[in-house]
């Protein structure tokens, strides 16, 4: 077997000369369901035994199935612990099962009918309503701990100093990030602080940026998925040098952000622009 090759840990079968190595398989094409099998050949030596029961368990588990699990389900169905399954995942190159989840979406979005989606979500919820209920809180607890891990608090500083100091601060969100940028630019309005909430998109967007200037602040909830927005307002930003804070939970998404982050990864930070330190 070649280097890297990845295998079944309990089912690797050793003689006094070689070992051989079982290779699980992802039988979806996808681009998500892709990248993890070639993160786990990649990673295999390297992975301790126990992210091995884990990586062997992502790798052969069906993408739907993944994507209603929750950490602990996950460490369960690998005979490890929702810890081992985080370290396993960050270890992959993904910062947390959030991440892992909307990258496997994207391709299962786009190649299953929506009720066939909604009929699989509605299967795997069930009827138990105190799973249901467990479900609920343990979803939120791993997002919140991944935002813990994330965000730096140097980073997290530097972001409150950046709004504190801002003329006015520019709130972007749409879908599921709506409810944050709104709330974000209404709590500032009741302190005293100049904000406006900001939804646009396509050419409407360009209206809402003529109004940015140098020290202002743009505050950008990113969504789920790449929009080309995000790279129009952190671009308009820095060639007005307004400041900018992203708040994500990954930073590998469009070519853009990629260039326009810094070189550490968190979950908010200051993009430079002209000006900065």
Not at 111 to 123: G, N, S, W
Request: with cysteine.
């Amino acid at each position: 077997m070649v280097s890297g090759a990845y295998g079944a840990s309990r089912g690797a079968r050793t003689t006094a000369s070689t070992t051989r190595v079982i290779t699980p398989e992802i039988t979806e094409d996808g681009t998500g369901a892709t990248r993890l099998r070639a993160a786990i050949r990649d990673q295999w030596e390297e992975l301790p035994t126990s992210e091995r029961a884990v990586a062997q368990y992502l790798a052969s588990a069906p993408v739907e199935q993944l994507l209603f699990a929750s950490a602990q389900e996950l460490g369960t169905a690998s005979s490890t612990s929702n810890a081992t399954v985080v370290r396993a995942l960050q270890r992959l190159g993904y910062a947390g099962l959030p991440a892992l989840k909307r990258e496997l979406a994207n391709d299962f979005t786009s190649a299953v009918a929506p009720e066939v989606r909604l009929k699989q979500r509605i299967a795997r919820v069930g009827r138990d309503f105190a799973s249901i209920w467990t479900d609920v809180f343990d979803e939120a607890r791993e997002r919140i701990d991944q935002t813990r891990r994330l965000t730096e608090p140097d980073a997290l500083k530097r972001a409150v100093t950046a709004l504190a100091e801002a003329h006015e601060v520019f709130c972007y969100g749409i879908a599921a990030s709506e409810p944050g940028a709104r709330h974000l630019a209404l709590a500032l309005g009741r302190i005293g602080r100049r904000a406006r909430f900001v939804s646009e998109t396509g050419f409407a967007l360009a209206d809402q940026l003529l109004a940015l200037g140098q020290g202002d602040a743009v505050v950008i909830f990113q969504p789920g998925r790449q929009l080309v927005e995000l790279t129009v307002m952190m671009e308009r930003a820095r060639a007005v040098g307004a400041k900018v804070v992203l708040v994500t939970d990954e930073l590998g998404g469009a070519d853009g952000i990629r260039a326009l982050r810094p070189t550490h990864s968190c979950g908010v930070f200051i993009c430079p622009s002209p000006g900065l330190p």
